[in-house]
C-alpha cells in the first residue's frame, strides 16, 4: 500500500530492510512515507488463527546532506535506526551530524569501559556520612569514578546508561561492590574504627541470577563483616519487579547486609509495599535540601518523610547538606544522619583517610 515502482527496496539482513526513494520533492515526505510504514505494520498478522503484532524502528538518510553515495547514507540510516530504537521504538528519526557524534561517543564509552574493566581502571571516591549533632564519622557512600583515555573524566550520568544499555553494568557492578568491601576491610585493617560503606545498586543488578551468591562471595574474599556494607536502591528500582526483589532483598538482609531506599521522595512507592521491604535506612533526596529552610513545600515533605521513617522504625538520612541553616533545621526535625559538602567532598581512599581523623578524632582501639 505504501510501496512506488521508481523506489529501491532491499534486505540488508534478517530484520534489516532498506529502501531507496526517488524523485522526492520535500524531506517532509520521507516523514509521510514513514508513518505509513509504521501505520500498515501496526495492523495484526494472523498465524493460525491467531493474531500477532510486529513494530518497527526507521532511520532516515536524505541525499545528498547526509551523504553523496549509497554506502555513507546506508551507514547514516543505520545511526539514526539506532536512535529511533533508544526513543523506544515503533518511531522514525532523522540523521542528523548531533545524532552521529552521540552514536560515536556512546560506541567510544561502551568500548572504553569494556577496556577498563579488563585492566582494572576505575576508581571509587568516598563521601563522609556523619552524625549531624556530634559530627562523628558513621560511614561513606561509595562513587564510581571513570577517565576515558580520549575523552577525559566522564561522569556517571553519561556512563552509567550505556553500561545498563550494553550489560556492562553487571561486571561494573561487581567491581564496585568488590572494591568497596575491599577498601574498608583495609580501613578496617589499618586500626580505623568501623563504618559502614554504602554502594549503590541498579535495577539489573537487583535482576541478575545468582547476585545473591555473588555478594556473599565476595564478602567472604575480603573478609568483611557484612553488618558494614550497605546497598542503596531507588524507589523505581524496587518497584519494577516488586515480588522478586522483595525476595532478594530478604536473602541480603539475612546476610546481614544493611539497606536503605535512595532519593526518597523523588520516585513512586506504595507506602503498603514499603512496609514489606526490609529496609533500614530512608535517604532524603538532596533536592528537598537544597532549599528546606525558604521553601514550605520542601519543609513539608522533608518534615513528613523524617516522621513517616521514625513510625516505619527507619533511619533517615539527608543528603546535600551545604549550609549550617539547613543543618540546624533537620537536627531541629530529628534527622540526626546526614552528608553533604558541608562536611566533605567526595574524595580517592587515602584523601578520605583524613575524616577519619577529623570527624571521629582517634582510631579504633
Known amino acids: 500500500r505504501f510501496s512506488r515502482s521508481r523506489d529501491l527496496y532491499s534486505r540488508i539482513s534478517t530484520n534489516r530492510f532498506s529502501i531507496?526513494?526517488?524523485?522526492?520533492?520535500?524531506?517532509?515526505?520521507?516523514?509521510?512515507?514513514?508513518?505509513?510504514?509504521?501505520?500498515?505494520?501496526?495492523?495484526?498478522?494472523?498465524?493460525?488463527g491467531e493474531d500477532f503484532y510486529c513494530t518497527v524502528s526507521v532511520g532516515i538518510a536524505v541525499h545528498p546532506q547526509d551523504g553523496s553515495d549509497a554506502q555513507k547514507l546506508l551507514d547514516n540510516a543505520e545511526v539514526a535506526l539506532v536512535r529511533a530504537r533508544e526513543s523506544g521504538g515503533n518511531t522514525y528519526k532523522y540523521f542528523s551530524k548531533e545524532i552521529n557524534q552521540k552514536a560515536l561517543e556512546r560506541l567510544a564509552i561502551e568500548a572504553?569501559?569494556?577496556?577498563s574493566l579488563v585492566e582494572?581502571?576505575?576508581?571509587?571516591?568516598?563521601?563522609?556520612?556523619?552524625?549531624?549533632?556530634?559530627?562523628?564519622?558513621l560511614g561513606a557512600e561509595a562513587l564510581l569514578r571513570w577517565s576515558h583515555p580520549k575523552l577525559g573524566p566522564v561522569s556517571p550520568d553519561r556512563f552509567i546508561p550505556?553500561?545498563?544499555?550494553?550489560?556492562?553494568?553487571?561486571p561494573l557492578g561487581e567491581w564496585v561492590i568488590r572494591a568497596a568491601c575491599r577498601q574498608n576491610a583495609a580501613w578496617q585493617a589499618a586500626g580505623y574504627h568501623p563504618i559502614r560503606v554504602a554502594v549503590n545498586i541498579s535495577g539489573h543488578q537487583l535482576q541478575q541470577k545468582g547476585f545473591v551468591q555473588m555478594v556473599a562471595s565476595v564478602l567472604n574474599e575480603t573478609g568483611l563483616d557484612p553488618q558494614w556494607l550497605e546497598f542503596e536502591l531507588t524507589e523505581s528500582t524496587m518497584m519494577e519487579n516488586t515480588e522478586?526483589?522483595?525476595?532478594v532483598l530478604q536473602q541480603l538482609k539475612k546476610i546481614g547486609i544493611h539497606l536503605s531506599i535512595d532519593d526518597f521522595g523523588t520516585g513512586y512507592s506504595s507506602?503498603?509495599?514499603?512496609?514489606?521491604?526490609?529496609?533500614?535506612k530512608l535517604k532524603i533526596d538532596s533536592s528537598f535540601v537544597k532549599d528546606l529552610h525558604k521553601t514550605e513545600s520542601n519543609a513539608?515533605?522533608?518534615e513528613a518523610i523524617i516522621a513517616m521513617a521514625h513510625r516505619l522504625g527507619l533511619k533517615v538520612l539527608a543528603e546535600g547538606?551545604?549550609?549550617?541553616?539547613?543543618l540546624d533545621y533537620l537536627v531541629a526535625n530529628e534527622c540526626l544522619k546526614g552528608q553533604g559538602y558541608l562536611f566533605g567532598r567526595p574524595a580517592p581512599s587515602l584523601e578520605f583517610e583524613q575524616y577519619f581523623q577529623s570527624a571521629s578524632g582517634s582510631k579504633a582501639g
Open 162 to 170: 550505556i553500561a545498563e544499555e550494553s550489560g556492562l553494568i553487571l
Open 300 to 302: 513539608a515533605i522533608t
Open 271 to 280: 507506602l503498603s509495599y514499603l512496609q514489606r521491604f526490609p529496609l533500614d
Open 321 to 326: 547538606i551545604e549550609t549550617t541553616e539547613q
Open 20 to 48: 531507496a526513494l526517488c524523485s522526492l520533492s520535500h524531506k517532509q515526505d520521507v516523514a509521510s512515507f514513514a508513518r505509513r510504514i509504521l501505520v500498515a505494520l501496526a495492523e495484526p498478522v494472523q498465524v493460525n
Open 112 to 115: 572504553g569501559l569494556r577496556r
Open 120 to 137: 582494572d581502571d576505575f576508581e571509587l571516591h568516598y563521601q563522609p556520612q556523619v552524625d549531624l549533632k556530634s559530627r562523628v564519622l
Open 244 to 247: 522478586r526483589n522483595i525476595g
